[in-house]
């Protein structure tokens, strides 16, 4: 099993890494790849398995479809997934990591994979949190208060 810091570690070292739609390595990667390729590193092969590929800018429903089908959703806490909602769209279409306090994520925007505070406006956007396969959070009920 990986822990919820090991997940942190792992994702803090793709900081800075360039932003490249449907990337999935370290030398470039989205939001999906960014998640994708770090836990390949952690020895999970889960997420490249099942994972959208061939997507469109906001793979929207895809994800949410995915996340369905291999995991479950869970009460915030450290290591989760985060799904966030752009305003005026419908499905989640942009993933992140939660630290604890902040999120972890690749965006065109910053054109690299990023860390910052988890306020507003994620905290209005994000449409659901999720547990990454194999990795052990805290037991159901104990979620983390922001």
């Not at 942190?8 to 370290?26: E, M, N, P, S, Y």
């Amino acid at each position: 099993m990986i822990t919820p810091a090991e997940v942190i570690a792992q994702a803090r070292q793709w900081l800075g890494v360039k932003f490249l739609h449907q990337g999935r390595t370290r030398t470039g990667c989205d939001c999906l790849g960014f998640v994708a390729g770090f836990m390949a590193e952690m020895g999970s092969n889960v997420p490249l398995q099942y994972l959208p590929v061939n997507y469109a800018r906001a793979p929207g429903g895809k994800v949410l479809a995915t996340l369905q089908a291999v995991t479950r959703e869970i009460p915030l806490q450290v290591g989760a997934l985060v799904l966030i909602r752009w305003p005026l769209m419908q499905d989640p279409s942009h993933t992140a990591i939660f630290t604890g306090c902040n999120l972890i994520h690749c965006t065109e925007g910053e054109r690299k994979v990023v860390e910052h505070r988890y306020g507003e406006p994620w905290v209005r956007r994000t449409h659901s949190i999720w547990a990454l396969p194999e990795v052990q959070y805290l037991p159901q009920g104990d979620s983390l208060a922001i």
